[in-house]
């Protein structure tokens, strides 16, 4: 069987004139994680969003579990497609943002319900015993019945990783999840993401704590300038880099 | 003070008349302005250069010119164009048009108040643009808009005294009517104030308590 999960070929992303992806490569093995780091501006959260297609790309593939992801081969040409389709790729990828993103009208436990009624067709109370199953995984049982405005940054995260979870994806995609955190709750945050890893689940984080990405991820991705710069085992790339680039930006890092 | 009575009564039974029909004109023109509103917000948030255009143009004519003008063209002109049209639903469609374009821009300013992330997160967990508008923008964007909601629906159940003008039954019409055969003009435009300020008062409480459960919302 192939342990390929996710493969990114020669992706191009352009907004305007300006060329923020250039031509970047990567594979992800069933149930690996792959850290992306890199400077502000690299294009590290772009790449991300060109996984699931949040962004589209403006050249390259993507497949996901060997099936081209958000285009069809019509011919020799690709085509994006349509929305729909597009939708049922999306929900076996699971995807948590910088800014939380959680629906303020909804509680935690609707917030995390409604993907799974209304993309799955599940009914309510099915949804609701998934989503406190996922709130327990989170560590966020106690606040099933909260509105998001009460919860802090890091219940709120946690609430998006439980919505995330309760697609149950094949992918998991962390865009700079303790980001927006206050330095006090970055570590509820951390720990959760640590417990998903450690599960065996597949994911790929873009994050700027190097710490935790040397601890989580078996493989790490240097992107600069809208190109792999330096990859592999976070041993090597983290404790032994090779290119000066990368040396100079994680000076920059542990110097903060 | 029996005359009196009697007074309140011959002047305030074809005014209470009146007064359903303010109150149907209303709703009837409210709903108008409403399906209207949020359907031209809609279609502008998809981007279409030349539709935006028309939109756009279709608000500000509407919202630059009075609505008494509006309703006028729409009951003398369409016979024109061979509709005889009666004066309750002229008056509802120019109401309606005029609010469409007033609520149009409301609708649009409560859903670009919306972060764009909003809509992201409904698209990461499967939803179609369809479900993300349905179950996640709509119902923040009604909470957002029912204060100015409201404050509209307030405005336009006053602003139903000018369709007097091309005979629809309302209050105002009736006032006049009374007016020039009773020559009571003092007493019967008192009386159609009081009934406008009955109708008027409990909704801008209501509007009132919307804004307060806004800002605790915020």
């Known amino acids: 069987m192939n342990n390929v999960l996710l493969r990114v070929e020669d992706l191009h992303k352009r907004f305007g004139d300006l060329e923020v992806l250039t031509g970047v490569n990567m594979t992800l093995d069933r149930g690996h994680k792959t850290a992306i780091i890199g400077p502000s501006g690299c294009g ?35 085509v994006r497609m349509s929305e729909k389709e597009l939708a049922t790729q999306r929900a076996h990828v699971g995807m948590v943002f910088q800014g939380f993103y959680l629906w303020p009208h909804l509680s935690a436990r609707d917030n ?8 799955r067709g599940m009914d309510k109370r099915e949804a609701n015993e998934l989503a406190d199953a996922m709130l327990e995984k989170v560590h966020m049982s106690h606040k099933v019945d909260e509105y998001p405005e009460r ?106 | 003070m029996g005359a009196f009575f009697q007074q309140l009564i011959d002047l305030g039974g074809p005014l209470l008349l009146g007064a359903g029909t303010t109150v149907a004109i209303t709703l009837a023109s409210l709903l108008v302005a409403i399906v209207l509103g949020l359907l031209l ?29 509006q309703v006028f063209i729409i009951y003398f002109s369409l016979p024109y164009l061979g509709l005889s049209i009666d004066p309750f639903p002229a008056a509802v469609i120019g109401l309606g048009l005029n609010g469409g374009a007033v609520l149009c821009e409301i609708f649009r300013a409560g859903l670009n108040a919306i972060h764009h992330g909003q809509r992201e997160a409904a698209l990461a967990v499967g939803m179609t643009p369809w479900m993300s508008l349905r179950y996640i923008m709509l119902p923040q964007t009604w909470r957002i808009t029912l204060p100015p909601l409201g404050n509209y629906a307030i405005a336009l159940l006053k602003d139903t005294a000018v369709v007097s003008a091309i005979a629809a039954p309302e209050i105002m019409f009736w006032a006049r009517n009374l007016v020039t055969s009773t020559f009571q003009t003092t007493f019967v435009y008192i009386l159609a104030a009081l009934l406008y300020f009955c109708l008027s008062f409990p909704l801008a409480r209501l509007v009132e308590r919307f804004e307060r459960r806004q800002r605790a919302w915020q």
């Open chain 1, 44 to 78: 590290k959260s772009t790449m991300l969003r060109c996984i699931n297609f949040m962004e589209t790309p403006s050249a390259g593939h993507v497949f996901l579990d060997g099936e081209l992801f958000g285009e069809k081969k019509s011919g020799d040409k690709y």
């Open chain 1, 112 to 119: 995390v319900a409604i993907g799974p009624m209304k993309v």
């Open chain 1, 151 to 256: 919860l802090s940054g890091g219940q709120q995260q946690r609430v998006a990783i439980a919505r995330a979870l309760a697609q149950q994806p094949k992918l998991m995609l962390f865009d700079e999840p303790t980001s927006a955190l206050d330095p006090e709750l970055i570590g509820e945050v951390l720990n959760v993401i640590h417990e998903l890893a450690n599960e065996g689940r597949s994911m790929v984080l873009v994050t700027h704590e190097i710490r935790f990405a040397r601890e989580v991820a078996d493989r790490v991705i240097f992107l600069h300038d809208g190109i792999v710069v330096e990859e592999g085992p976070p041993d090597r790339v983290i404790d032994n880099p090779e290119h000066e680039r990368l040396r100079g930006f994680l000076r920059q890092i542990v110097e903060h």
């Open chain 2, 41 to 69: 917000a809609l279609i502008r948030l998809l981007g279409i250069t030349p539709l935006n255009w028309i939109i756009a143009a279709y608000v500000e004519v509407f919202r630059n010119t009075p609505v008494l003008a």
